[in-house]
């Protein structure tokens, strides 16, 4: 018989508030009364996966319908894990206490590539089968979803689908299919259930295909095995946020989270069009909320929730066309509320600072940019638009607005990248130092300077080139680390080894998912937490694996050579994303087409969407004498 | 204008046992700010709600009597508020007595004087044998204990027997044992429950799982002519 965790097991565990539900907010329904019980997994501890706002609406929208029942679960930490296996008590959801294994359907969100140890740990804690072709009939239908999935490949064993894309719509009636499916006794097994999912936009049943490798061991092809399976398998996607409910009434937790505040999106999508990035390809195009509509969701959220700072989320908050009057007006409707308005990320410039002198929670710390790059050649090849002067300015003002903290993002590892570009980073950051004393005439600064290692995303323009060898990076590292001996400057980097293993489950394929089960068994999870991190061990089992990890990350990509993950079609062109690539090697820029002319990358005309930018919009209605609606 | 402050005496219930402190309070902060309450806020940058706790309450512990006291910015009736925060309580937390104080009063975790605590957990022993003992304890002129504090502090010499002011236990047919424990809480130092068993565990070697034991708050008591009165007049 199953064992049941019991206080005496919380009392040993670190922080036991993760485990026991029973949130504000939370949704319970009654188990039999409902004609499908959904469980939405995160594979990471409690307080990263319920600062997730993916989640927060899937959540509402799925509970919002009165014969779908979801409820939550996280990874356990492994004190707790430890408790679990000892007990014998299986990975429950938070709401009803259920075992994951009673669920109909059990989705996981894949948010990074480190996190995929995790999924396995879940599934077997769970009581899951975790091969998709040997779950029995009363086991739940496994699906992911997230930015991830985009490539999910590596993970094609241990999923029944994937949702690609956007999930509002699309989780809701993939739910409904599986209800109907089980009402009606099942019929054709999990076959049966799979081909029928299989009909809906944007699913991918892993299992109807066959993947071929060529003699050289590279990907050649992907061909469906049923009639009905198609290709590719075209990203759902939401035309108007507008139009779509929002979580105005999410959990509040008792612990401390991640994100402890309102997430109010104000945007999704960015079409700046940096070329390193998997978000702004994957998110395309822009659409934009309303500001009317912020503002009415804001006065809900404040109301429901009792937080008391209201951030406004998106990929590039500071490009929300509308934001600055959007702030004020918050501000002034809160102030007496104590409520703070904050912005999760800073654009290069002197309007950011204008804005960050208005909202209190940017006062608290020190303010973040992220040139990426620390010459303007690099920044020109990675297509981030912004120059030395944005920078002075932007930290001019900031040091006379009152600040003396900033921290600056880098990445090492770029394509074209030589030592000139390395030593740039130190420059930058000394260029700061200067400009503090020019500005306030006397020392006192604080630069922090974060160095991320970059990997290689598919469905970017760079999903061609070689990851950087972590000798490599580990040289570039030691140069920052002797330009910058400095008691102004500090210097974060992280260890090469995760971005290595991030490059290789990045960009990998089927093959990948034997590693990841040897590497399970082996021990490892938490693979995103250095403490449990371990590399050797990773190493090891690629290795007895016979799988090269160099194959994977380290070689550069023919401009014709076919990849593992095509056939996931998130609406933006090969020819475009080849294109890119190539103006990065001239270093020239490709301008924002949410402003500019339209840079063809095929999202719009593919999806049958358009770019929603509200102040865009007030302009042309305008010109065309049309009353402004809203 | 008099300060004007409504106090609260809220339940922590099973379902909530494992929250910290801290995590209460902050709850019980967010439910006055969706009840609409009209709290007073420090002044500065980051202004904080004018709340207060009568004393922790440590991890795993339930308590059917918790105080708290917000200072309010106007008066409005009693009935109004109390419906209000009641509505707002996350699930585990009641509210099951509200009273507005107005004009100059002492801070409710200023007059806490004792606790009082219900310990249930398994017991195979001898229920006579165990009342003896208590009964034999109880009876010491002193009892010293040293309580070791958190790290380059130095212990403090406290007197168990001043400090537990009642005690009691009785078995049930099932084999639980409810112990019952009155403690003192003086300026110079009080000790938990569960600290206050293990003591005596090692003294009269009993064999009390504690790991398996479960803590509920019974009340919180101050100071009335001599004895103890619950608060908020119990």
């Known amino acids: 018989m199953a064992g049941k965790i019991q206080p005496e097991q919380l009392m040993r565990v670190e922080r036991p508030v993760r485990y026991t539900g029973n949130e504000y907010g939370q949704v319970i329904k009654d188990a039999d009364a409902v004609k499908v019980r959904v469980a939405l997994a995160f594979p990471d501890v409690y307080e990263v996966g319920m600062s997730y706002l993916g989640y927060k609406i899937l959540y509402h929208l799925l509970n919002k319908e009165d014969d779908i029942w979801a409820e939550r679960t996280y990874a356990p930490w492994p004190d707790m894990e430890k408790e679990m296996r000892q007990l014998g008590a299986p990975l429950v959801a938070l709401e009803s206490k259920s075992p994951l294994a009673s669920f109909d359907l059990l989705g996981f969100t894949l948010q990074y590539e480190l996190s995929y140890t995790n999924i396995i740990n879940m599934l077997d804690l769970g009581g899951v089968t975790l091969l998709a072709k040997d779950r029995g009939l009363a086991e739940p239908i496994v699906i992911g979803g997230g930015p991830c999935v985009f490539n999910p490949e590596p993970l094609a064993d241990f999923f029944d689908v994937f949702l690609i894309g956007e999930g509002e719509d699309l989780l809701v009636e993939a739910a409904r299919v599986v209800g109907n499916w089980k009402a009606a006794g099942k019929p054709g097994g999990r076959h049966g259930v799979l081909l029928e999912l299989a009909k809906l936009d944007g699913l991918y049943v892993p299992a109807f295909y066959e993947v071929s490798y060529g003699a050289d061991g590279r990907f050649e092809a992907i061909a469906p095995k049923q009639e009905t399976a198609r290709l590719p398998i075209t990203k759902r996607v939401v035309a108007d946020l507008n139009a779509v409910d929002y979580p105005t009434a999410p959990i509040v937790p008792f612990g401390e989270i991640v994100h402890d505040r309102m997430m109010l999106e104000v945007f999704r999508g960015c079409t700046r069009g940096c070329r390193f990035c998997h978000a702004g390809v994957i998110t395309r195009p822009v659409r934009e909320r309303k500001p009317e509509l912020l503002k009415e969701l804001a006065r809900k959220l404040a109301d429901s929730t009792g937080y008391n700072e209201i951030s406004l989320f998106s990929l590039s908050t500071a490009d929300y066309s509308c934001l600055a009057p959007l702030i004020t007006d918050l501000i002034d409707e809160y102030k007496n509320d104590r409520i703070s308005v904050s912005l999760p990320s800073l654009r290069l410039d002197s309007f950011s600072i204008d804005l960050a002198k208005q909202v209190q929670a940017v006062r608290k710390s020190g303010l973040t940019f992220a040139p990426e790059a620390g010459t303007q050649r690099m920044r020109n090849v990675i297509n981030k638009g912004v120059t030395e002067k944005n920078l002075d300015d932007a930290v001019e003002a900031a040091f006379k607005a009152g600040w003396s903290q900033v921290k600056l993002y880098f990445m090492i590892g770029l394509p074209t990248e030589t030592d000139e570009d390395i030593h740039g980073i130190a420059d930058m950051a000394y260029r700061v130092v200067d400009k503090y004393r020019e500005v306030m005439g006397r020392r006192g600064a604080k630069v922090t300077v974060s160095v991320s290692s970059f990997v290689p995303k598919p469905h970017t323009p760079f999903q061609w080139m070689p990851q950087n060898s972590m000798e490599e990076i580990a040289r570039k590292q030691a140069i920052l680390r002797q330009r910058l001996r400095s008691r102004d400057v500090t210097l974060q980097y992280h260890d090469a080894t995760t971005s290595r293993l991030e490059g290789v489950f990045a960009r990998g394929d089927r093959r990948l998912g034997a590693v990841l089960l040897a590497a399970w068994e082996a021990g490892a999870k938490f693979d995103g937490w250095s403490e449990y991190f371990d590399y050797d061990r990773w190493a090891r089992v690629f290795a007895e694996q016979g799988v090269d990890m160099d194959f994977y990350a380290g070689r550069e990509r023919g401009q014709a050579e076919p990849f593992a993950w095509e056939h996931l079609d998130t609406g933006v062109s090969r020819a475009f994303l080849w294109h890119e690539y190539e103006k990065a090697q001239r270093g020239e820029l490709t301008a924002d087409c949410r402003h500019g002319d339209c840079t063809g990358c095929g999202v719009c005309p593919k999806l049958g969407v358009k770019v929603i930018d509200w102040s865009e919009k007030h302009a042309a209605d305008q010109a065309k004498n049309v009353p402004v609606q809203g | ?234």
């Not at chain 2, 300060?3 to 046992?17: A, G, N, Q, V």
């Not at chain 2, 904080?48 to 409005?76: D, F, P, Q």
């Open chain 2, 1 to 234: 204008m008099q300060p004007i402050r409504l106090r609260m005496c809220l339940s922590k219930d099973e379902s909530i046992r494992f929250v910290s402190h801290l995590e209460y309070a902050k709850a019980l902060e967010r439910a006055l700010r969706r009840a609409k309450l009209p709290a007073a806020y420090s002044e500065g940058f980051n202004p904080h709600m004018k709340l207060s706790l009568a004393s922790a309450l440590a991890v795993g512990t339930t308590s059917r009597n918790e105080y708290a006291e917000v200072e309010l910015t106007e008066k409005r009736p009693l009935a109004e508020l109390a419906g209000a925060l009641s509505k707002a309580l996350p699930p585990g937390m009641r509210l099951i007595k509200a009273l507005l104080v107005e004009g100059p009063a002492p801070k409710l975790m200023a007059v806490v004087a004792g606790a009082s605590y219900l310990i249930s957990l398994p017991f195979d022993g001898d229920p006579v044998v165990l009342k003896q003992q208590i009964e034999a304890f109880m009876a010491m002129p002193s009892f010293p204990y040293e309580k070791r504090s958190p790290k380059g502090k130095p212990a403090k010499q406290l007197d168990l027997r001043a400090l537990i002011r009642q005690m009691s236990a009785t078995v049930d047919e099932a084999g639980m044992a409810s112990i019952a424990l009155s403690i003192a809480m003086p300026p110079a130092g009080t000790i938990k429950p569960l600290e206050a068993l293990q003591a005596l565990q090692e003294h009269f070697q009993w064999s009390l799982p504690l790991e398996r034991a479960l803590v509920e708050r019974v009340a919180l008591y101050e100071n009335q002519q001599g004895g103890w009165r619950p608060l908020l007049g119990g």
